[in-house]
């Protein structure tokens, strides 16, 4: 840690928008598309849409994705001029409010369509949308059928439908029969809408030429995910996540600690303690699984993550290290967002955007 020990909160997380706007590149190469868009939705995956957003609009960014309205109008605020597209339906009413900020639904149902079409009538503008067919999430957006059907229907220009678009289910799992499943009666019905650009490519789509279209979307691996898991890691981190160090004790043999003396010290152990917990978003099912870099050393969790509040076995540590206020080392370096993700029973996707907004908040760029 080469900063003071944050006195706010007893974690740090450093997000890195030269790495963000670096990735951003990286899989725009990769995707080899004419644009690349960028997914912003939980909060730019934990990292903050009012800072991530416009870091990737100088990058050239110009097309975003949120999942919610409430997310769209923040994403509105930071940049005024892009293209921002909200991918979780088209709720019954709401089309007065994507129009006030300029905003463009995700329509995924003919009702929906039907909706959007008739407030572009009533405003005698034609604002745009786009029209999501599901190829196999069984989630959201029109059947393949039904989007087949729909190809030659007077409705989908005057829903202003600019873009079609369909969700991978397991792009990052290699040679998955699913993914060319999907890629093949997404490309059947493209052809039907021939005027449209076509959108598949996530984050591990990105790395498959078949689910390479007009516009390629990346989420996760912006933030420093692995597109391709069983690889080498292509992104540059994003995250950083530092704790200081409490307190440090000697416990014998015999003796517990945490809630409901779960852990039992085996032998004579040193604990270290940390000022952070689920409350800021590291999970609870990181219990005795987790583990934190001290000097360098892997020390596992030990007692249950609690609220505020973790105990490391920091015997391993040379004692020099252990002062107080020391640094402890949650997510970064050896611990990539991955790695965490499966120290904790979970994914890095749950991690990146489960990190707590009670963090001193360091951006570098």
Known sequence: MTEPTPIGHGGRLTIDLAALRANWRRLAEVAECPETAAVIKADAYGCGIDRAAPALWREGCRTFFVAHLSEARIAREAVPEAAIYVLNGFPPGSAPAYRAANLRPVLGSRDEI??????????????????????????????????LALADDPVVAEAGIDLLMSHLVSAEVEHDPLTDHQAAEFARVRAAYPGLRASLANSSGDFLPACRTDLARPGYALY?????????????????????????????????????????????RRLATLSLGY??????????????????????????????????????????????????????DGLDLDTVGRNAGTIGYEILTSLGRRYERVYRD
């Not at 949308?129 to 059928?145: E, P």
């Not at 690889?231 to 600690?257: H, K, W």
């Not at 099912?285 to 920091?314: K, Y």
């Open 114 to 147: 039907a909706e959007w079409a008739a407030a572009n009538r009533a405003e005698g503008v034609t604002r745009p949308a786009a029209l999501h067919v599901d190829t196999g999430m069984n989630r959201l957006g029109l059947s393949v059928a039904e989007g």
């Open 224 to 268: 420093g995910g692995n597109p391709r898991p069983g690889r080498e890691n292509p992104m540059r981190p994003v995250v950083r996540l530092e704790a200081g160090i409490l307190q440090v004790r000697e416990v014998e043999a015999g003796a517990t600690a945490g809630y409901n003396a779960r852990w039992t010290a085996p032998g004579r």
């Open 279 to 332: 409350a800021d978003g590291y999970p609870r099912s990181a219990t005795g699984r987790g583990e934190a870099l001290v000097d360098g050393v892997r020390c596992p969790f030990v007692g249950t993550v609690s609220m505020d509040l973790i105990i490391l076995d920091v015997t391993e540590v040379p004692e020099a290290a252990l002062r107080r206020g020391a640094p402890a080392l949650l997510i970064g």
